[in-house]
């Protein structure tokens, strides 16, 4: 399959937005970092605790895992831009 110059373009607008909003989140959690005590830790222990389940072939744990993170992330977030 070739690429149209077209696709090309849209994947290189794709590309900028994705770095954006990773750098956006990249700060966001870098901060998090320093002000939160004990978030760095508790990050790689909930990270850990997905990569074990993974390891383990146990969908519903890692699944179960990767939620308790996320919702503690979403958390963070809406406490960070409430009102």
């Known amino acids: 399959m070739r690429s149209t110059p077209a696709a090309r373009a ?7 937005v994705k ?24 990050t ?3 990270h850990a605790a997905v990569h074990r389940a993974l390891v383990a072939r146990d969908p ?3 699944r179960a895992a990767a939620a308790a993170h996320v ?4 958390e963070w977030l809406r406490a ?4």
């Open 19 to 42: 770095f954006r909003r990773r750098s956006r989140t990249l700060r966001a959690r870098v901060r998090r970092g320093h002000q939160e005590e004990g978030a760095f830790a508790r």
């Open 60 to 62: 519903e744990a890692a």
């Open 44 to 46: 790689r222990r909930e």
């Open 10 to 16: 849209s994947g290189a607008m794709s590309a900028r």
């Open 71 to 74: 919702g503690g992330v979403e």
């Open 80 to 83: 960070r831009t409430a009102g």
